[in-house]
């Protein structure tokens, strides 16, 4: 949704631009009340073994959390400039914002993956 959100702007499609970029905020609501949910109710899995897998696993943890702690202002500064159809400075802090909101929601479904499937808890 992210990059399809992106592409259209790139085809200067403004109001499904906007329509998308909401869009992926409402889902990203949505799986924060979630996540604190889970957390809250079953707790934290830790990730089993002690190899390279795991220092891969923790490399991506890392990034990602200290990542998505970023996002949070910078989405709310980039979706703020847009509402006030500031668009010079909103071009400029979503070319920030745009990679590592992508790479946070991606690394999200890796470290998902990799807990529940490549290395479940036993
Ligand atoms: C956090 C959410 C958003 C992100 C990450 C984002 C991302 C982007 C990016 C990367 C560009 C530059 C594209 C390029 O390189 O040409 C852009 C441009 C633009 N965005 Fe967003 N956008 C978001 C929300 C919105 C919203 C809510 C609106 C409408 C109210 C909007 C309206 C626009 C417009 C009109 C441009 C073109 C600006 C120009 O060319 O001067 N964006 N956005």
């Not at 959100?5 to 609501?29: P, Q, Y």
């Not at 002690?50 to 500064?77: K, Q």
């Not at 980039?78 to 909101?101: C, D, G, K, N, V």
Request: net charge positive.
């Amino acid at each position: 949704m992210l990059l399809t959100a992106f592409a259209a702007i790139r085809r200067g499609e403004r109001e499904k631009h906007r329509n998308l970029m909401l869009t992926n905020l409402g889902v990203s609501i949505v799986f924060l009340v979630c996540y604190v949910l889970q957390v809250s109710t079953v707790g934290h899995k830790s990730f089993p073994g002690d190899d390279w897998v795991r220092v891969v696993f923790l490399t991506i943890l890392t990034t990602h959390t200290i990542l998505a702690v970023c996002l949070v202002p910078l989405v709310l500064r980039t979706f703020f400039l847009a509402i006030r159809q500031r668009f010079t400075e909103h071009r400029r802090i979503a070319r920030i914002t745009f990679p590592i909101w992508l790479y946070v929601s991606v690394t999200g479904v890796v470290i998902y993956w990799m807990v529940n499937h490549l290395r479940p808890y036993a």
